[in-house]
Each structure stands twice: as C-alpha cells, then as structure tokens.
C-alpha cells in the first residue's frame, strides 16, 4: 500500500508553552461525549489524563491535536488560540500507538521528516537528528529500517522524530500499549528520563495504565463519562482523593462503611472507636465512607485507638519507578 504525503510548513518552537482548555466541549452528531472542560497544563509540565475507555481522556487529546472541531469553548497553546487552526500550525508533535513510521524509510529519515517537511536547512537536520537520536539512546541503529526494529526501538524513533522539530507540546496517546510489560516499564522509566533532559517540553499523556501516569505525571487529571473528576498533583490526588471513583480507580483502597457517631474535637478520647476530628462534610447519622490507604513512612507515628485501626500486614507489592516518586522518607 502506498502512503501519499505532502510537504508542510510546520512552525518551530519559540519558548515553552502551557496548555489551557476553555470549556472544551465535543460532541458527534449531536451526542455529547466531553462536557464543557477547563483545565490548564502548565509549561513544562507533565499532565497524565486517565480513565476508563469511553471517558474522553482521547478525545482531549485528538481535540487538542486539531484531530477533533470542538462544538464550544477555546484551546490555547502558550498565548496563542488554535482552537480552529490545522494540526500543522499548532507548534506540536504527537506520538500515537502504533508509532506511524515510514516503512519505506531508514530510521535516520523518519526522524528527519518533519524538519524537512518545515523546509530546515540540512546542516541543521543533520544536527537535529543526530541529537535526537542520542536522547533516545538510538544513534547506532540511524541506518536501519523499522522492520529491523523490536517494538521498544520502534518507539524510540517514534518518540525522537517527534522531538526533533522542537515542538511547543508533545501529545503521547497511550504510546506504550503495544509493548510487553518489561519493555513498557523500561519505556516508562526512559519518557521520564526524556523530560529531565527538556524540562521546557509540555506533555499531555494519555494512558488506561495507572502505574505509567503516576511514574510519570506531574499532574494526573482522571475522567469519567466525558468529565474530568478529579485533578491535581501526582502524590497528593494518590495520597487525598477526592472522591471514591478516584480512589478505585488511581490505586487500591480499602473501603471502609462506617455510621458517624458524633463531631469531637481536638484529640482521640481512646477506646474502640475509629474518631475524627469536626468539620461541616459529616454529621451525626450520615454514613461517611472511610478510606484507608498505605502509609509510606518507617518513621510515621503508630496509630492510637482513636486515630487508627490496628491490622496486620498481609502483603506488600513493590511498584518499581514509583519508588522514586514517592520516597518513603519524603512521606
């Protein structure tokens, strides 16, 4: 099958550049599936949307692309509306899941074909290229095709054209689900590594996978029948969520049913029962629901009768990147 392309104009960066979401709103044939929106993703910064299938976390993203007209509401780029523009003029690159690479074309040439399509000069492509394929660490493989390729290296030179023409933002849709889980992880932990070395980069990464939005976000904004639920920084939306949705839906919690008994102020009297302190959410005779999460803290103070509820360890998983991200000492 042949792949007709065409030569465009695609404007390179100037400078960093957030993301702001102006009661976004998409709806197909009259069906609403992304209710008015608002959201803004700092520059530099890193946001993970995620979500159940159906909850509109792509159609963000596809929005944001210049994939998908918006029935209402405005997108921003840095200081500039795109909310009508083309793709090809929003100053972004994206990196989809089936890595979109030209079979046709040496790895080197995938990399160098938005900077030819922008009309760079060829000392520059060159230079470019070359330096995009040292950050995804594939200068030695500049000369092979993509069916020379495992699926991890095929999406480091998916990722690398993508950075080579300097975008304002980086759309990533779900770029790992075609990986096994050994080159997913190792793909998560190098996507991290990517942004320290271009902190200035915008990412907006779309993912199902709970673990590679809390390895990598700075932000995590979790979606439910085409609204945004929850929202906020990484470790504090994991540790305090806001609602039950989140909590099952970010990590595992116990939940537990509870009556409330009464509003007590200041510390714990002691005995069996679990006791909070007061404030206006719960009142005598609701039924607030508990959540109970990990404590990752070695030097966190042991619950009294009041405070906390004293359980046995039964099993402990290690989660690998999250390690770092939340340090136990950091707690």
Do not use: W
């Not at 995009?132 to 991890?152: C, E, I």
């Not at 939306?237 to 102020?265: D, K, M």
């Not at 206006?280 to 990990?294: D, E, F, H, I, W």
């Amino acid at each position: 099958m042949l792949m007709k392309t065409t030569a465009v104009h695609v404007p390179a960066s100037q400078g960093t550049s957030g993301i702001v979401l102006d009661s976004l709103r998409v709806a197909y044939h009259g069906n609403v599936v992304l209710k008015p929106l608002s959201l803004t993703i700092e520059p530099g910064e890193v946001l993970a949307l995620i979500g159940p299938s159906g909850s509109g976390k792509t159609t963000v993203l596809r929005a944001v692309a210049g994939f998908v007209q918006p029935a209402g509401g405005r997108i921003l780029i840095g200081d500039t509306d795109v909310t009508h523009l083309p793709p090809y003029k929003r100053g972004l690159a994206m990196v989809v899941q089936n890595y979109a690479l030209f079979p046709h074309l040496k790895v080197e040439d995938n990399v160098a074909f938005g900077l030819r399509a922008q009309k760079q000069p060829k000392a520059l492509i060159n230079e470019r290229v070359t330096q995009a394929l040292k950050t995804v660490g594939m200068s030695d493989y500049a000369a092979r095709y993509p069916h020379q390729l495992s699926g991890g290296q095929q999406q480091r030179v998916a990722i690398a054209r993508a950075i080579a023409v300097r975008p304002r933002v980086l759309l990533l849709d779900e770029p790992l689900s075609a990986l096994d889980a050994q080159i997913r992880h190792n793909m998560v932990e190098e996507i991290a590594c990517l942004h320290r070395e271009l902190p200035e980069l915008t990412i907006l990464y779309v993912t199902h996978d709970q673990t590679e939005a809390l390895t990598l976000a700075d932000k995590i904004g979790i979606m439910k029948d085409g609204s945004l639920i929850a929202h906020g920084e990484t470790r504090a939306l994991y540790q305090h969520p806001p609602n039950r949705f989140a909590a099952e839906f970010l990590g595992r919690a116990n939940i537990l049913s509870a009556i409330a008994l009464g509003i007590t102020e200041g510390s714990g009297a002691g005995g069996r029962q679990l006791r909070r302190c007061g404030d206006s959410r719960v009142q005598p005779g609701q039924p607030p629901r508990l959540q109970q999460t990990a404590v990752h803290s070695s030097s966190a103070p042991q619950p009294d009768a009041a405070f906390g509820l004293q359980q046995p360890l039964q099993r402990h998983t290690a989660i690998g990147a999250l390690a770092g991200r939340f340090n136990p000492s950091a707690v």
